[in-house]
């Protein structure tokens, strides 16, 4: 077994445009190691799209930051958070992660200046610069 999954990031979305009858959505992500399998729920076809999915599959970070669908991936920034938890591996307490689409271009430019600190032996925690204030 792979043991108890580490909480990894955490978000908060206050008013969400997509669920107007909450005033808040939280959304906890866990890293759940495991061996290779097919994903296939237990729910029927008809059950999923009453959930508002319409597929499971695995998909790689490249796929992820590739994609360019109509359907918005969430977290907006999990291809850069992915990136960053493959390097840096699990962070010590869950990392708070944004939700705007403001606040995931200024995580995009946070990343790459923390890269580029890195590179010049400064060095930058992920927990650093993926923790921004909300618009």
């Known amino acids: 077994m792979f043991g108890e999954p580490p909480h990894i ?3 908060v979305i206050p008013k969400p445009s997509h669920a107007p009858d909450w005033d808040v959505l939280i959304n906890d992500y866990f890293l759940v190691r495991c ?9 029927s076809r008809e059950q999923l799209e009453l959930e508002s999915m319409t597929d499971f ?8 930051s590739k994609y360019s669908g109509e359907v918005v991936l969430q ?3 999990l291809a850069l958070l992915g990136d ?3 390097r840096n591996g699990v ?3 869950p990392i708070e992660i ?8 200024q995580v995009r430019q946070a990343a790459a200046q923390g890269r580029q600190a890195a590179a010049q032996g400064r060095g930058a ?11």
């Open 9 to 11: 990031w955490h978000q």
């Open 35 to 43: 061996d290779n399998f097919k994903p296939q729920g237990t729910l």
């Open 57 to 64: 599959r695995w998909w790689s970070l490249d796929e992820i």
């Open 75 to 77: 977290p907006r920034t």
């Open 84 to 86: 960053v938890l493959l």
């Open 91 to 93: 962070p010590e307490s």
């Open 98 to 105: 944004g939700w705007s689409r403001n606040e995931a271009r």
């Open 125 to 135: 925690a992920a927990q650093q610069w993926v923790r921004l204030a909300h618009d």
